[in-house]
């Protein structure tokens, strides 16, 4: 069964330094999508992506964030200069359509420590 | 914009059935109801989804109210492994998770 694939699973990172998180779509997907989870606290929407662009952002995707589909199969979420609130996992999903009836499927996500 | 209610936590015997509630009173005609799960600190699992039909999958059945103002997942025959948060989520043109419910199976 396809499925989307996240890495690394776990990273840890100095403040103030750059990372980048790496997710493989399911192939004949067209909308990518990465939430956020802070231990203990629910997932949030970071950010959408269709056709090379943002297609909807939330509060927290700030400056310091930027998503990339660098080639046919990647998706990638890198956070500039990190600090340690941004200290959670990190999700990666992706589906074939757009609203509502298109399923959105996660990755196992990658877990950020920030220190 | 609302989102759903759930209960906060439930407990489930193995091999009984669980009923997982879910009220979405502001869902709007174009809006589907997706249930999902998170064991531990995994990704979102899919369960199941509809928009007015009651439906069926391997996983679980999802009964939904004639008015769509609510609906139930049902897990037939509850496993210590379906110990979970089950998110219930109304999507539309948006997709944002609640706080879910922690399903608890007890041996």
């Known amino acids: 069964e396809p499925e989307v694939t996240q890495t690394p699973s776990h990273q840890v990172t100095q403040m103030g330094q750059e990372v980048i998180l790496r997710c493989v779509p399911i192939s004949n997907h067209l909308y990518f999508y990465w939430y956020r989870q802070i231990l203990g606290q629910k997932v949030e929407f970071l950010v959408s992506f269709y056709n090379n662009e943002i297609s909807e952002k939330s509060e927290i995707f700030d400056d310091q964030f930027s998503v990339e589909r660098p080639d046919g199969s990647n998706f990638t979420l890198k956070i500039r200069s990190t600090k340690l609130e941004d200290s959670a996992m990190y999700f990666c999903?992706?589906?074939?359509?757009?609203?509502?009836?298109?399923?959105?499927?996660f990755g196992e996500g990658s877990w950020l420590t920030v220190v | 914009d609302a989102k759903t209610t759930q209960p906060t936590s439930m407990d489930c015997a193995e091999g009984r059935a669980a009923n997982l509630p879910c009220n979405h009173s502001?869902?709007?005609?174009?809006?589907?109801v997706y249930w999902y799960r998170q064991i531990h600190s995994q990704g979102p699992q899919y369960i199941i989804h509809g928009l007015k039909n009651n439906e069926t999958n391997e996983m679980a059945s999802l009964i939904i109210t004639e008015d769509r103002k609510s609906s139930t997942l049902i897990l037939p025959h509850a496993t210590l492994r379906d110990t979970a948060v089950y998110y219930c989520i109304k999507f539309g043109n948006q997709f944002y998770f609640g706080t879910g419910t922690s399903l608890t199976v007890i041996p």
């Open positions: 502001t869902i709007s005609g174009n809006e589907y």
């Open positions: 999903a992706s589906s074939e359509g757009q609203f509502s009836g298109n399923t959105i499927y």
